[in-house]
Nanobody, 116 residues
């Protein structure tokens, strides 16, 4: 079982940057795939970026070229670097980890607010 804690959210002006962190504890993390999701009020939760245990990445079209997901297995942490932020990026951002046995775990979320 894995406990995930997100951090790094906050208020930023359009065009600015934030770096989110997802820190894991309770299990071996390097074998997990990890995704960053976001949910705005009245909207479905959506996948914005994912990284496999081997380091392969995928991005939603809306963030491609602006966001970068990475992982540091020695620190049991996955990052989401967000550049060129837009007001439509405003949401609660959640980290989700999937184990090799298909168990999944959610963090509590961190608020990102982008002002125009």
């Amino acid at each position: 079982q894995v406990h995930l804690v997100e951090s790094g959210g906050g208020l930023v002006q359009a065009g600015g940057s934030l770096r989110l962190s997802c820190a894991a504890s309770g299990s071996i993390f390097s074998s997990y795939s990890v995704g960053w999701y976001r949910q705005a009020p009245g909207k479905q939760r959506e996948l914005v970026a994912a990284i496999t245990s081997g380091g392969g990445t995928n991005y939603a079209d809306s963030v491609k070229g602006r966001f970068t997901i990475s992982r540091d297995n020695a620190k049991n942490t996955v990052y989401l670097q967000m550049n060129s932020l837009k007001p439509e990026d405003t949401a609660v951002y959640y980290c989700k980890a999937n184990s090799p046995l298909s168990a999944w775990y959610w963090g509590q979320g961190t608020q990102v607010t982008v002002s125009s």
